[in-house]
């Protein structure tokens, strides 16, 4: 409750005067409520870990929250270890491989746009090769991909990014465009399902834990979506989620939504803009989140790994 003075000035008791101790507060900054909003530690800026690498793509952790991520241009896959702070290659020659994700039994799912192929890599490093073309149609390149935890179906985007290690440098047009595929539990010897097809170039993507939502960017459209997954694990109910494209991204446990390409971009559930995260690189690739508590945000950026101390753990 608030505490009141009283004056007497020549006998006569005046109004009561609202003490200081309730002096309304003066309103926050702008730069106090972003700060408040971020979800990045209070205080925490990129550390980087190593700039060794040709060009840096697709993290992943493990179930321990080691990072794992690709180096395309020197065709490795690196792990960072979280206990100890140190890298190792983990595969080399790996497929050329772009985006990471592993599955529900631990294996390391790449995209390996090598042979524009899908790869499965067992705890032993036995690598199995999930697909190989859509209807007999060379994929275009898989970039990105994530794993449905309630189902274990996998989407991939497939965009067009000619690379000069290839023998072959046909057009997309054998598969109609550069689109999104969903490859269905159990059935890796059959096609994939484009599931969608109203893109420029596809890129990043992240679904929801609830396996509910998928996000996609449209890079070259400088959009990103969200689609509603259904059932038999077709897309549905397209929505401009942000005026952004991404090259990757990740959600935290608080429905945020995390898009790269000049840094971090950070979007709230209902795609507004809540945070940016500068990196000293000339281009943000990906990002996920890793360490035993998933607060630590992983970020492959150019010739470098960074990490970011957070707020918020990771949704995945």
């Given at each position: 409750m608030a505490a009141f003075h009283f004056l007497l000035v020549r006998g006569?008791?005046?109004l009561p005067l609202l003490a200081a101790a309730c002096t309304p507060r003066a309103t926050s900054t702008a730069a106090e409520m972003a700060a408040a909003a971020s979800p990045v530690a209070a205080g925490a800026t990129p550390r980087v870990v190593d700039r060794q690498f040709g060009f840096t793509e697709g993290p992943a952790p493990d179930r321990a929250g080691n990072?794992?991520?690709?180096?395309q241009p020197n065709d490795q896959i690196w792990r960072y270890d979280f206990g100890t702070g140190q890298l190792s290659l983990f595969l080399a020659p790996a497929g050329r491989a772009n985006g990471l994700y592993f599955d529900a039994r631990g294996h390391l799912l790449a995209c390996a746009?090598?042979?524009n192929e899908l790869w499965s890599s067992a705890p032993g490093k036995t690598v199995t090769v999930l697909l190989r073309d859509a209807g007999r149609h060379?994929?275009?390149?898989?970039?990105?991909?994530?794993?449905n935890p309630k189902t274990?179906?996998?989407?991939?985007?497939?965009?067009?990014?000619?690379?000069?290690y290839w023998t072959r440098q046909a057009p997309d047009s054998l598969l109609g465009g550069r689109h999104v595929y969903y490859l269905p539990p159990g059935h890796h010897s059959q096609p994939p399902v484009r599931v969608a097809d109203q893109l420029r170039q596809p890129n990043g993507l992240i679904g929801t834990p609830d396996g509910r939502m998928l996000y996609v960017a449209d890079i070259e459209a400088n959009q990103t979506y969200r689609y509603a997954i259904g059932p038999d694990g077709r897309l549905s109910n397209r929505r401009l989620f942000a005026p952004l494209g991404s090259d990757g991204m990740t959600l935290d446990?608080?429905?945020?939504?995390y898009l790269t390409g000049e840094g971090v971009t950070v979007f709230s559930p209902a795609g507004q803009r809540i945070a940016h995260i500068a990196v000293p690189e000339k281009w943000t690739a990906n990002v996920c989140f890793a360490g035993p508590n998933r607060k630590t945000l992983f970020i492959t950026a150019s010739e470098g790994v960074y990490l970011l101390a957070m707020r918020v753990a990771g949704a995945q």
């Open positions: 006569t008791l005046m990072a794992f991520f690709t180096d746009d090598g042979r060379t994929l275009n390149g898989p970039n990105d991909l994530w794993v274990q179906g996998i989407y991939f985007t497939d965009p067009y990014y000619p690379r000069p446990r608080a429905g945020n939504v």
